[in-house]
């Protein structure tokens, strides 16, 4: 790339989203280290228009996608994949077999093609995607002839959904999500709030071809990769996500995924509930539980405590509080807020209040004096209940599911006629694998899957700065449903033949 450094103001957004991670800043001026295979990435973001190509030099252009990166000899391209090796540009990686991944993904089914032949891992593209893909096998199972195609998929229009295991309020649904990337960029939007997760969507076509499209490929790529990346919660939470790990809201690592809801807390714990005190109230943003009014408080021989509380009543014993930073995701700041009338005629002095939050984290436990609830040290029958509670919660963590869809051209290396084999998927008579794991295949029209992340093999998925997600993808069928929907045929190599690596080498 030519650099006019005239123009530069060294504000480094050219070294935020370059993909070979080669640009710098040095002295307020740009500098392109070794290695640039003029993927133009950062013509792209510069505000000051500081970068122009160079005319074609010797390197080899890679055709794996549409970025033609002008690869050097020795060094990867852009998506880190494609290699130039001695002025060859191949795919720097070997084929993966499913017995290599099988003990990691989701146990196979009974059918003969739930189970790729082969996976899509270190296979290659096909790009500009009319020729058959990579690899196309055959083997034999029960006597039946089976097909596995199998290619890394380049998905431009994915997103990936992440759970982050929180009772903690974190923002308003449809709240924009922020990376901090030399300025806020958005990477999403804050979705719902499910059973004891709080749920972010990040990415998606709209999002990823924004003008902070790069910088929230790039960010989400690391969530991938299993890094820790913070975010905002526009009018909400500084939030730090690393998958498989407790996330960090504020500051405050969450160590226990809630059991349920305060009236859920109230059917799995009655008995205990019943002996921790005379009235238990169980502080949640979802719903929040009055143990004696409750059913399961009555049903366990618990008199009403004459306590009420705020909120807007949706059964017997269940509440909807305010959210908020309060306890157990509510509004409530301080325990006792959460009373807005004690019946002395009922709650008489010497009797006890407990209130906690769904995880036991936070507690307080009361006793009446001179018609006045006092807090206390909790009673022994109070931290048995407490301690049942905690110990019912599962541990905190981030986890993520990638939502995309093989509907459009990356069908081409399978078929020659592309509606067929969505059809086929549909019906069931091929079955579609991400690097060896099952996904969930939508209803509806195009071929748009779910598939945790989790279960997929580590460093197999790769970022093109289109920007797209690419993703290892099988399709695997018996050997008539193949020829029936324009199955690229005559490219089929024994599974055998590429596993002796006779048809291992990637394409050039």
């Not at 122009?52 to 990867?76: D, H, L, M």
């Not at 290699?83 to 070997?94: C, E, L, P, Q, V």
């Not at 963590?397 to 592309?418: E, F, H, Q, Y």
């Not at 899957?449 to 399709?475: A, R």
Request: aromatic content about 6%; charged content about 25%.
């Amino acid at each position: 790339m030519k650099v006019d450094l005239a123009r530069c103001k060294g504000c480094g957004i050219c070294a935020e989203v370059c993909p070979r991670g080669i640009i710098g800043i040095e002295k307020k001026k740009v500098r392109i280290g070794e290695g640039c295979v003029e993927c133009r990435t950062c013509m792209r973001v510069c505000p000051q228009a500081v970068f122009s190509p160079e005319p074609p030099g010797k390197a080899p252009s890679c055709t794996a996608c549409p970025i033609a990166c002008r690869i050097p000899e020795g060094f990867f391209g852009a998506c880190m994949r494609y290699y130039n090796d001695g002025g060859t540009i191949s795919r720097k990686a070997r084929v993966h077999t499913y017995e290599e991944v099988a003990d990691m993904v989701e146990s196979a089914g009974s059918s003969l093609i739930e189970r790729p032949l082969l996976t899509g891992i270190g296979s290659g593209t096909t790009y500009p995607d009319f020729k058959p893909s990579p690899f196309i096998v055959s083997g034999v199972r029960d006597g039946i002839d089976i097909v596995t195609v199998v290619t890394e998929a380049p998905l431009s229009y994915s997103g990936v959904k992440v759970k982050i295991d929180t009772d903690r309020f974190i923002g308003e649904e449809s709240k924009r999500i922020y990376v901090k990337r030399k300025g806020k960029r958005q990477v999403g939007h804050l979705c719902t709030e499910e059973y004891g997760s709080k749920m972010l969507s990040l990415g998606g076509v709209n999002t990823l071809t924004s003008k902070d499209g790069l910088f929230a490929a790039k960010a989400i790529f690391e969530v991938l990769q299993g890094q820790w990346v913070t975010m905002e919660v526009e009018d909400g939470s500084k939030i730090e996500i690393a998958l498989d790990k407790a996330p960090k809201i504020d500051g405050v690592s969450e160590e226990r995924m809630r059991v349920g809801c305060g009236s859920a807390c109230s059917g799995l714990f009655a008995p205990y509930m019943n002996r921790a005190a005379d009235e238990v109230i169980v502080l949640d943003g979802h719903i929040t539980g009055l143990f004696s009014e409750h059913p399961a408080g009555r049903e366990t021989g618990k008199a009403r405590s004459g306590v009420s509380i705020v909120g807007q009543k949706s059964t017997e014993g269940r509440y909807f509080v305010g959210k908020g930073k309060g306890w157990g995701g509510t509004d409530i700041k301080e325990p006792l807020d959460v009373i807005s009338e004690i019946d002395r005629e009922k709650m008489l002095d010497g009797m006890s209040i407990l209130i906690t939050e769904t995880t036991g984290r936070n507690f307080a436990f009361y006793r009446m004096r001179k018609g006045v609830p006092v807090k206390e040290a909790p009673s022994p029958e109070a931290l048995s209940f407490l301690e049942v509670l905690a110990d019912s919660c599962e541990k905190s963590k981030v986890s993520a599911i990638l939502a995309a869809g093989v509907g459009g051209s990356a069908r081409a290396g399978v078929t020659k006629n592309p509606i067929k084999l969505t059809r086929a998927v549909h019906e069931g008579r091929v079955a579609i694998t991400i690097g060896g794991a099952r996904p969930f295949i939508l209803p509806g029209g195009g071929i748009n899957f779910l598939v945790d992340v989790g279960k997929i093999k580590h460093g197999s998925i790769y970022l093109s700065p289109t920007p797209s997600f690419v993703l290892p993808v099988e399709y695997t069928m018996r050997r008539d449903t193949f020829a029936e929907i324009g199955g690229h045929v005559d490219s089929i190599k024994p599974i055998e033949s590429v596993l002796k690596g006779k048809a291992r080498k990637p394409r050039k």
